[in-house]
């Protein structure tokens, strides 16, 4: 395949999980709070299944970078970011959810998906380098 499927796939954990911090955050003040944070677990685990995806794309992309390659710092920085919100958003998801069933989400749950998406920016902006500054992907 000449095109890198990373750079399409990456679309939808991101706004996946952006779309969920939003909700969660607006069901801390928000009336109907309830179907916000059930909204917001449902995103999340389509963030999660969907970063499955977008990560093993990736991990094929760093093989064929090669090593010594210019940008191998910033593609380590990119994989430990994205790994953080993967793992912040999955911890979420595990504490919000009981059985098959969607619960309301503690504190915990609710830093973690903040925590998340702080981490999910940085990764991004660094993916972002990596394309633009790094020409990777951009034969």
Same mark, same amino acid.
């Given at each position: 395949?000449?095109?890198?499927? !990373?750079?399409?796939?990456?679309?939808?954990?991101?706004?996946?999980?952006?779309?969920?911090?939003?909700?969660?955050?607006?069901?801390?003040?928000? !009336?109907?709070?309830?179907?916000?944070?059930? &909204? *917001? *677990?449902?995103?999340?685990?389509?963030?999660?299944?969907?970063?499955?995806?977008?990560?093993?794309?990736?991990? &094929?992309?760093?093989?064929?970078?090669?090593?010594? !390659?210019?940008?191998?710092?910033?593609?380590?920085? !990119?994989?430990?970011?994205?790994?953080?919100?993967?793992?912040?958003?999955?911890?979420?998801?595990?504490?919000?959810?009981?059985?098959?069933?969607?619960?309301?989400?503690?504190?915990?749950?609710?830093?973690?998906?903040?925590?998340?998406?702080?981490?999910?920016?940085?990764?991004?902006?660094?993916?972002?380098?990596?394309?633009?500054?790094?020409?990777?992907?951009?034969?």
């Amino acid at each position: 395949m000449r095109h890198p499927l !990373h750079p399409a796939l990456v679309h939808f954990p991101i706004a996946c999980w952006s779309m969920a911090t939003i909700a969660d955050l607006a069901g801390l003040t928000h !009336h109907g709070g309830d179907s916000l944070r059930r &909204f *917001a *677990a449902v995103v999340i685990a389509i963030g999660v299944v969907t970063a499955l995806a977008a990560m093993t794309t990736g991990l &094929f992309e760093l093989i064929r970078l090669g090593d010594s !390659h210019p940008a191998e710092a910033d593609v380590q920085r !990119h994989l430990g970011w994205a790994l953080a919100a993967f793992s912040a958003y999955a911890a979420s998801l595990y504490l919000r959810v009981h059985g098959w069933q969607p619960i309301a989400p503690g504190n915990a749950a609710l830093a973690l998906s903040v925590l998340g998406f702080a981490c999910l920016g940085v990764a991004g902006w660094l993916g972002g380098k990596l394309v633009y500054t790094h020409r990777l992907g951009s034969d």
